[in-house]
């Protein structure tokens, strides 16, 4: 059995099957695990998640924050309301078997045989592993339950940015959205600095990557995560970074797990968008 990790689809689903045809995966044997982001700007969400969801025990899936989106857009929240390439989904004949499907992903993976976490963004230099697995199952119940509706309504903004377990209700769920969807770069201090986007040396003074955060709680535990595509390919320091943009015309890029090291495999994508667009 081989387990391969996979960045961000976004919706790149003719690039998704030749990157598994390039490595013969055989959802009879073989698992992959998707870092999240499976939709969104591409041009085939619908396929993707139908095709994801088809491979039923196969496929591992975390949430990412363009997943987040189509199930806040799902609920009624009409922030970004124009971006047209989850129109296909909202629509679709199997919407609500989709969305009930998505809505049941998990937030953070954690595989102790083979010794690896999965998520799609990051995580505060004050959360251990123990307490990163704890708030990712509690956001999780808050999305299966009857206050899921009401927290995708008040799910964005960047308040708080900083870890206390005193936090509760709305505050404290958007804190876990945000490191574990939309986190990169920290301050000092272990603040999240969520409006930084560019890759490393483009912060502002005194911001960190969040996995270079040298009070990091986590440093010694193997992280696969995705996101960050002005990042690209890492591996270092026993983080793994998988956004290659495939959706802006990089690569999209599977990495085997189960060996050592972790080995990687990219397939070369035509693009789908232009990031000046979204800058």
């Given amino acids: 059995m081989a387990v391969y990790a996979i960045g961000d689809i976004q919706g790149c689903y003719d690039e998704l099957r030749r990157a598994l045809d390039g490595v013969d995966f055989d959802c009879a044997v073989d698992r992959l695990?998707?870092?999240?982001?499976?939709?969104?700007?591409?041009?085939?969400?619908?396929?993707?998640?139908?095709?994801?969801?088809?491979?039923?025990?196969?496929?591992?899936?975390?949430?990412?924050?363009?997943?987040?989106?189509?199930?806040?857009?799902?609920?009624?929240?009409?922030k970004h309301r124009n971006e047209t390439s989850l129109a296909d989904v909202l629509r679709a004949a199997d919407r609500d078997e989709i969305l009930h499907w998505l809505r049941h992903r998990p937030l953070l993976h954690f595989d102790r045989a083979i010794d690896f976490l999965m998520l799609h963004a990051g995580l505060p230099p004050q959360w251990d592993l123990a307490t990163a697995i704890d708030c990712a199952h509690e956001l999780e119940q808050v999305l299966r339950s009857s206050d899921a509706d009401d927290f995708f309504l008040q799910m964005y903004g960047n308040k708080p940015d900083r870890w206390t377990p005193e936090l509760s209700g709305i505050a404290r769920w958007r804190f876990i959205t945000n490191c574990l969807t939309r986190l990169r770069y920290c301050d000092p201090d272990g603040r999240l600095a969520l409006r930084e986007k560019g890759p490393p040396g483009s912060q502002a003074k005194g911001r960190i990557p969040w996995f270079d955060h040298p009070l990091r709680a986590t440093r010694a535990q193997r992280i696969v995560f995705g996101h960050w595509s002005t990042l690209g390919y890492v591996a270092r320091h026993n983080v793994w970074a998988l956004d290659t943009g495939c959706l802006w015309g990089g690569a999209l890029t599977l990495l085997r797990l189960d060996q050592t090291p972790p080995a990687p495999h990219s397939v070369p994508c035509a693009g789908w968008q232009d990031p000046a667009h979204f800058a």
Avoid: Q, T, Y
């Avoid at 499976?38 to 496929?59: C, H, I, Q, T, W």
């Fill in 33 to 78: 695990w998707c870092v999240g982001d499976l939709v969104n700007r591409g041009p085939k969400s619908l396929e993707v998640l139908r095709f994801v969801r088809s491979l039923g025990k196969a496929a591992i899936c975390v949430l990412g924050n363009h997943d987040l989106h189509l199930l806040a857009l799902a609920a009624g929240n009409r």
